[in-house]
């Protein structure tokens, strides 16, 4: 064989091997990439390197139905006899992290009527509420954790004025996507301080395919 005669052959060879090396990438559709992400399929890119596979929380920040490792969309309600917000519904954003840790971001932290209170309902008015940092833990009870969670409060000029405080204990549904739980906090601000109970409701971020 003549060496242009070799030369072809291995350009031949080569682009046999790009085009099924094309042909391989173009077979991963949505519903592969979706048994990737259930779990179902383990992809080589999956692989630690020690080999071994890793697992959905690893790659996707996902949980297992028995913890509350994650992001959620919770419901907060007032009990009816409040001292702020009776009955009131508050939604939030929360994230509990594998470590322990948690943040929650409320809707409604900024309130901007500056004139003082005239009633219980009306102290929250013209101040500014940070993000909660907090913390939590699971409890010896099955699907039952504790948290604290901490905001601190300043008026509209950036001055701080208090914190607040919250506790509760939460249940993780069957489902694992699902809670259920009951808070106290407690609201300072200067001399005064507020407290008052909600119960909550969270339902699981999930990750949904584009």
Request: net charge positive; no cysteine; aromatic share 4%.
């Amino acid at each position: 064989m003549t060496k242009k005669k070799i030369i072809e052959t291995l350009l031949v060879a080569g682009m046999t091997i790009v085009s099924t090396a094309v042909l391989s990438a173009q077979r991963i559709d949505k519903k592969a990439l979706a048994g990737i992400v259930s779990g179902a399929v383990t992809s080589p890119a999956k692989m630690s390197s020690s080999g071994a596979a890793v697992s959905k929380t690893d790659i996707l920040g996902g949980t297992t139905k028995n913890s509350l490792v994650g992001a959620w969309t919770e419901t907060a309600t007032f009990s009816p006899t409040d001292p702020i917000r009776p009955n009131a519904k508050l939604k939030s954003l929360v994230t509990f992290h594998g470590d322990g840790t948690m943040s929650a971001n409320d809707e409604g932290s900024v309130s901007i009527d500056p004139n003082p209170p005239k009633s219980p309902s009306d102290v929250i008015e013209g101040l500014v509420f940070t993000s909660g940092v907090g913390v939590w833990a699971q409890t010896r009870r099955p699907h039952t954790f504790v948290y604290t969670q901490h905001e601190l409060i300043t008026d509209l000029n950036g001055n701080s004025v208090g914190d607040l405080i919250v506790r509760g204990i939460y249940r993780l549904l069957p489902s694992g996507d699902q809670y259920t739980g009951n808070s106290v906090y407690k609201l300072s601000l200067g001399d005064a301080t507020i407290s008052g109970s909600v119960t909550n409701s969270g339902s699981r971020i999930r990750l949904k395919l584009p």
